[in-house]
């Protein structure tokens, strides 16, 4: 059995060579399709979490002209494959991502060999939260300059130290939305001509019905939960790694835009002083500084 990310953009050269390995090997494909934006959703984390992207998801779109090269990329893998005549079990992996590795066992015909113990309470995938996701944007505008590991060390830390929180749908306007879902739906409609009738890709024609469906009063109690643990832990991450390289100094520049940041009206008390407490530590002898610290601290406890 093969596995490889890479693999999956040479499945159609793959296929076309087929008389040449057709007599020595009986394959079988197992493709893992995602909705339009979980995928891309996914794709713009990782820029990131890994990258230092600091620009609003809606702007990634419109670098990629709002199209999807995984879908696309699916879509004409799976056209090719069939063609071809070679099987292929296809997943939709954002109805069955707490299962998906079952369902792989089940596929390669050794389903009573999955091990329940031990991959029951495990997470697959964890991806950021929407609370998350913004703070490390900001984190990356302020400091992947000068820190570039910033990021992936504490989306790790949020993986590793909360692995079951859950994600939200990326924030996008109803137009650039709706653009989305055009721009794309040729290769929605091919990939779910060979998924499992009962469990489409979300298209065009079914997306207004898609985004009616509410979240539960209790989930959204769980998540504002989730935000305030996501909160601490990045903090807690950030100001370790910071104390932990003081010779990796913020410039004047940085902390003014920190000072400067931690000022806008809407700012959440807590986010405040976490901004303030940051910059102190580069510029301790701050006086003004001191004194906004003691003021944002005030304002914290009474809240």
């Not at 596995?3 to 060579?17: G, I, K, P, R, V």
């Not at 998350?132 to 400091?143: P, T, V």
């Not at 504002?224 to 913020?250: G, K, V």
């Amino acid at each position: 059995m093969l596995s490889s990310e890479s693999l999956f953009w040479h499945l159609t050269d793959f296929a076309n060579q087929k008389d040449q390995w057709n007599d020595a090997v009986e394959v079988q494909v197992i493709l893992a399709v995602r909705e339009l934006e979980e995928m891309l959703s996914s794709e713009y984390q990782q820029r990131v979490k890994r990258h230092g992207e600091s620009k609003p998801f809606e702007q990634f779109l419109r670098r990629r002209n709002f199209i999807s090269s995984h879908h696309k990329k699916a879509a004409e893998v799976l056209e090719r494959l069939s063609q071809q005549q070679i099987p292929v079990t296809l997943i939709n992996y954002s109805r069955h991502k707490k299962t998906i590795s079952e369902r792989v066992f089940d596929a390669i015909e050794c389903g009573e060999l999955y091990p329940h113990d031990q991959m029951g309470n495990l997470v697959i995938n964890r991806s950021l939260s929407q609370k998350e996701l913004q703070m490390l944007m900001m984190i990356n505008a302020l400091y992947y300059d000068q820190f570039p590991w910033i990021s992936a060390r504490l989306s790790d830390a949020l993986a590793k130290n909360l692995p079951n929180t859950e994600t939200q749908r990326s924030r996008i306007s109803p137009q650039s939305l709706e653009k989305l879902y055009q721009k794309n739906d040729e290769y929605l409609q091919i990939i779910n001509s060979h998924l499992n009738p009962e469990e489409p890709l979300t298209v065009a024609r079914t997306l207004e019905q898609d985004r009616k469906t509410k979240t539960p009063a209790k989930r959204l109690q769980n998540i504002r939960q989730e935000e305030e643990q996501s909160i601490r832990m990045i903090s807690q991450t950030l100001l370790e790694a910071l104390r932990n390289d003081p010779t990796q100094r913020l410039s004047n520049e940085t902390i003014d835009t920190l000072i400067k940041t931690s000022q806008v009206e809407d700012t959440p008390a807590h986010v405040e002083v976490e901004l303030l407490e940051i910059a102190k530590i580069n510029r301790p002898q701050g006086q003004r500084l001191g004194q906004l610290l003691e003021r944002a601290q005030m304002k914290k406890r009474q809240c």
